[in-house]
């Protein structure tokens, strides 16, 4: 699928943190669950009634003004209209604002999807469901799995320098137990058995680290023999050094191989050059009180400083979790927000 003009009624100049040409700020926000007033996302899930969704739009509005991102990264979008919303609320301008995939009062999708607003000149939008050829993997009692549960957004952008920009905003499958089910949704487990919770841990397991060996497919097809920059942005739904993000980075294969820098991916936190400003509360979700990263960006060597093919560099990582702490509610997010700046040659 592709999408090359879209409505964009925030269609304006770029704000003044963005008006110098030798910058660029990255985004990336966890929505939870962004849908209009009357839309039931989830079975178990009331639809938020009008003055829920005021409030939700609100509190997300300021928190996409606090971060003013050249390029917003957004997860669980389940209405492109309430994304503008959103948007609309923060008081900013953006040329771009998109959800593929996402019909406002379509009332058929399973999963929410992932979307962007782009002060930058938007080349095109690619959504990728499907992963590549040879990379369908079957899940335990389940099947061949060989789409992402959540498409994967290619956006192609135009930097100020001239550069051509690949951006991919992703969302993999949570480690949430992926528990059997019939057509009706109804539950064909017992999930209060441990036995079970661990087998369907194991299918969530398969699914992540396919999505993930998928996702590594496309970063190479776009990184390899070329020096065009890319970005990852989104929530990866586990830490930088797991096992299923290194499968999409490979930054751990430098070790042994230089030439593996072409196609790896390096975390914008390990490689920002204000080293000043690293702190240890870098985290971005919290589960039964313990402290995890899972909303990332990464880039490529075209981003990092000391590479020899360096257009870039990230300057300096945000992490913005306060919220986090002061309870639970849906109106706003569970997930902490990321925010990087990077400085361009």
Do not use: C
């Amino acid at each position: 699928m592709s999408i090359d003009d879209r409505d964009a009624p925030d269609r304006a100049a770029p704000s003044a943190a963005a008006g110098n040409g030798g910058t660029l700020m990255l985004g990336t926000m966890n929505l939870l669950n962004l849908a209009r007033v009357g839309r039931r996302f989830y079975v178990n899930q009331d639809p938020f009634d009008e003055a829920e969704y005021q409030r939700k739009t609100g509190w997300l509005g300021r928190q996409v003004q606090r971060l003013n991102a050249d390029l917003l990264a957004v997860q669980e979008v389940w209405d492109e209209s309430a994304l503008k919303d959103v948007v609309r609320a923060s008081g900013l301008r953006y040329r771009q604002v998109l959800a593929p995939g996402v019909e406002s009062g379509a009332h058929t999708l399973r999963t929410p999807r992932v979307g962007l607003a782009t002060r930058l000149d938007l080349q095109g939008v690619d959504l990728i469901e499907r992963f590549p050829d040879g990379h369908a993997v079957t899940v335990p009692e389940i099947g061949l799995h060989e789409a992402f549960e959540r498409p994967v957004l290619h956006a192609r952008l135009r930097l100020r320098n001239g550069a051509l920009l690949h951006a991919l905003v992703v969302h993999l499958k949570s480690k949430r137990p992926k528990l059997l089910r019939d057509a009706q949704d109804n539950p064909l487990e017992d999930a209060d058995d441990p036995r079970v919770q661990a087998r369907a841990s194991l299918r969530a397991l398969v699914m992540r680290a396919a999505e993930a060996a998928a996702l590594r497919d496309i970063v190479v097809r776009l990184l390899d023999g070329t020096r065009d920059p890319l970005v990852l942005m989104g929530d990866l739904n586990d830490g930088p050094q797991a096992a299923t993000t290194q499968m999409i980075a490979a930054t751990h294969a430098i070790a042994w191989d230089r030439e593996a820098r072409d196609t790896a991916l390096f975390h914008a936190y390990d490689v920002q050059t204000a080293s000043a400003v690293r702190r240890d509360v870098g985290y971005s979700h919290l589960y039964q009180g313990l402290p995890d990263t899972l909303d990332q960006i990464w880039v490529s060597e075209e981003f990092v400083a000391a590479s020899r093919f360096a257009i870039g560099d990230v300057v300096r990582v945000e992490h913005f979790n306060d919220h986090l702490n002061e309870g639970r509610d849906r109106t706003r997010s569970d997930h902490g927000f990321v925010r990087a700046l990077l400085r361009l040659r």
